[in-house]
């Protein structure tokens, strides 16, 4: 058994009624339903440290990470399906990814002085996410790591991410 997002997809109950967070159509668990996946799912317990989703800027949209899934041994249709049978791709979902994005953009924004190596602005910023992964990791987790590029993936093995 895993543990999936509560209903209707992790929002919180004080924020069901909240109209840009549209939760009318499933995701996660209630989406996979009682569909027995044979193995062509992503199992959380089997997955490796590295990343195997990417983000559009533009929407939110959840892709596989073709690179890494091929360097890792993970089919990008086995990606793919999961993120299909999952429905990872609901506007809900994709609208709060874009609103982690947009954040994250704006932060580093922020701190950009042109002077500073992006990467050292991208790890310090996963330093506060992630913090030293003894406690639990934000929601948004692969969204945050993706924004954040190598500096998140640097502060990850730093820490000893293990997945």
């Known amino acids: 058994m ?3 997002c509560k209903l209707p997809g992790a929002i919180e109950d004080e924020n069901i009624d909240n109209s840009q967070l549209p939760h009318k159509y499933p995701c996660c668990g209630k989406a996979k339903a009682n569909f027995v996946p044979d193995g062509r799912l992503l199992n959380p317990l089997e997955l490796p440290t590295a990343r195997l989703f990417r983000f559009k800027r533009e929407d939110g949209e959840i892709l596989p990470d073709e690179a890494n ?3 890792v041994g993970i089919p990008v249709a086995v990606a793919q399906f999961t993120i299909q049978t999952l429905g990872l791709n609901v506007e809900r979902l994709k609208t709060l990814r874009l609103a982690v994005i947009k954040k994250i953009e704006e932060e580093l924004d922020s701190y950009d002085d042109g002077i500073i190596d992006p990467t050292i602005i991208e790890k310090q910023l996963a330093a506060e996410y992630f913090d030293n992964g003894k406690e639990n990791y934000p929601r948004f987790f692969t969204t945050i790591r993706w924004a954040l ?3 998140a993936e640097d ?3 730093y820490i000893s991410y293990s997945g």
Request: glycine share 8%.
């Open 69 to 71: 899934c091929e360097k």
């Open 2 to 4: 895993l543990a999936v």
């Open 155 to 157: 502060h990850l093995l």
């Open 149 to 151: 590029s190598k500096g």
